[in-house]
């Protein structure tokens, strides 16, 4: 009998087990330097598109190392970094006008790329409420570090992430529109929903495949706002120090245990400023398409890709 324990253990027909099911499938860096220079490039390119679209960023980069290789944890702060950059510097003025909120200044709708404004007041509570899904990310994503909960590198249970994500996508929209259609447009985000979106983001965070901005999004649509442009740019801002705090403390683990003497900082300075550029076009173009469209092509997309992972692994590991 095959022994699906080891990758390299002969079969009955004498083949070798090239890409296991469901262990771990292998990785094995592009060994020669052009190569290495085109995987980054391609990591961050899919790390930009995917990391604010409803679509998880977390398990496309899983299923590309399959291929491309597997990265160093510094490349993978690096290219998420560009993506923070993106993101911080389309709202870069909103993120002010907010803070001003407290000094009793509006947040004027032209300020911001959703077009929402807010007086001071609101612009304080809008704040507030940030900071409290915030923080609610931070104290469960200690406490999940805590209990040693790791993401899996396995391509099925990314799959069926992506495939009942994307069901989801579908239902929590439905019934949003429902509400929508029953109470009319509210772009008002609640302190229910605050704290919703902070569980929403470490849920994401365990299971790759989910999508942050896809959990996130559609617990605000379905628990609070009925604004597609609303709901869409709260999970946008609160990503922001969310990704910060995580990436930094990404980076002293990574400084603290001497892996950036081993980095191949070409590689790295390509992925980054593929990312960022990446990432600020696809979050720009989102905003513009959720004006006028739901988010079913996404779900759509989510659950083919997923049924194909599912369909054509087992078939890679069989053939």
């Not at 220079?37 to 299923?63: D, N, R, Y």
């Not at 909120?101 to 409420?129: E, T, V």
């Not at 495939?163 to 259609?181: P, Q, S, T």
């Amino acid at each position: 009998m095959h022994d699906t324990r080891n990758p390299e253990a002969p079969r009955p027909n004498g083949t070798t087990n090239v890409l296991p099911y469901p262990v771990p499938l292998p990785r094995h860096p592009p060994p020669h330097p052009v190569t290495d220079l085109l995987a980054a490039l391609l990591l961050g390119i899919i790390e930009g598109i995917t990391e604010f679209l409803p679509i998880s960023s977390t398990g496309h980069l899983l299923i590309a190392e399959q291929w491309l290789g597997h990265r160093s944890d510094l490349f993978n702060i690096a290219i998420q970094a560009g993506a923070i950059l993106a993101i911080a510097l389309i709202y870069r003025q909103r993120l002010w006008d907010l803070a001003m909120g407290f000094l009793g200044r509006a947040a004027p709708a032209a300020h911001d790329p959703a077009g929402i404004s807010l007086d001071p007041a609101q612009a304080r509570g809008y704040a507030l409420k940030l900071g409290v899904a915030f923080g609610v990310t931070c104290v469960l994503g200690v406490v999940v570090k805590q209990l040693g909960f790791e993401l899996p590198d396995r391509i099925e249970p990314i799959a069926w992430a992506l495939i009942l994500g994307g069901v989801w996508m579908v239902v929590a929209e439905h019934f949003a529109a429902k509400r929508a259609r029953a109470l009319g447009e509210r772009s008002a985000i609640s302190w229910t929903v605050a704290i919703l979106v902070g569980i929403a983001q470490v849920v994401a965070g365990v299971f790759p495949g989910t999508s942050r901005s896809a959990a996130t999004i559609f617990v605000a649509l379905l628990f609070g706002t009925t604004s597609r442009v609303a709901a869409t740019e709260f999970a946008f801002l609160v990503g922001i120090p969310t990704m910060f705090a995580a990436t930094a403390y990404e980076l002293v683990d990574v400084v603290r245990s001497g892996q950036a003497a081993h980095e191949d900082w070409s590689a790295l300075a390509v992925a980054f400023i593929a990312s960022a550029i990446t990432a600020f076009i696809s979050v720009k173009w989102l905003l513009r398409y959720i004006q006028s469209h739901r988010f079913t092509a996404f779900a759509v997309y989510r659950v083919a890709l997923g049924a194909a992972l599912l369909l054509l692994v087992p078939a890679a590991s069989a053939g």
